[in-house]
């Protein structure tokens, strides 16, 4: 169990609005839900009535991740957060990647709340303690279904081997899977706004004990 999340001294001074919402559960996670994929096709429909893609970058949750790759370093417009990366592939009239149920959960509260949220196998991550932090240049990164990622100037998590997290893509090393039993999701709030965190950790844990059967939840604000 992930007993303390921190925020580097980099981090804070680049991004000193941030507050994040940490979610951990034991799950039973299954290949695809029926019921779940109606509600994602739902989202996706009110997705393209109320957005384009250029508004997407407007939604509040999006353009303030998108000014805290500024900040760190990255081009927003070059690494896209994943949220906003969700929404556009939504709107250019392409459904959302179906990849497992536990997954699909988490990209459906992306879709709806604008946050880029990561979802870890808890059973993966080195250590009890993970800090939230700024890439190097030369770090190695290996992205879900991206290869060696150049996360030099993005907000990364740590745990005591490396990098995890970063609101572009999550690491391949800690995923989730069919085998996953306990999670750790991460709501990413740059924008400040604690409610707003906190309403879609409340979702996400509703999703979780509707289709992956959740028990011991545990939802953390933090810093």
């Not at 509040?60 to 000014?67: G, I, Q």
Request: hydrophobic share 35%; proline share 4%; with cysteine.
């Amino acid at each position: 169990m992930i007993e303390k999340i921190l925020l580097s001294d980099d981090i804070m001074s680049r991004c000193p609005k941030f507050v994040g919402t940490a979610i951990e559960a034991a799950v039973i996670n299954t290949p695809f839900s029926d019921e779940l994929w109606r509600k994602i096709h739902a989202a996706e429909t009110d997705c393209r009535t109320r957005l384009t893609t250029e508004t997407v970058k407007e939604l509040p949750a999006v353009a303030a991740t998108r000014e805290a790759y500024r900040r760190c370093g990255k081009d927003p417009s070059r690494y896209r957060p994943s949220a906003e990366s969700l929404m556009r592939r939504v709107l250019k009239n392409t459904d959302l990647y179906q990849i497992s149920t536990v997954v699909d959960l988490i990209n459906l509260a992306s879709l709806l709340s604008g946050y880029s949220i990561g979802g870890f196998d808890a059973a993966l991550i080195d250590g009890n303690t993970l800090t939230l932090g700024i890439g190097r240049e030369g770090e190695p990164y290996d992205g879900i279904g991206r290869g060696t990622l150049n996360i030099a100037g993005m907000p990364v998590y740590r745990d005591a081997t490396g990098g995890i997290g970063t609101p572009t893509s999550d690491n391949e090393r800690t995923k989730l899977s069919l085998s996953t039993t306990r999670l750790l999701v991460i709501v990413n709030g740059y924008d400040g706004d604690r409610t707003a965190t906190n309403a879609c950790a409340d979702l996400i844990g509703d999703l979780l004990r509707r289709y992956a059967s959740a028990t011991d939840i545990v939802i953390t604000p933090f810093p």
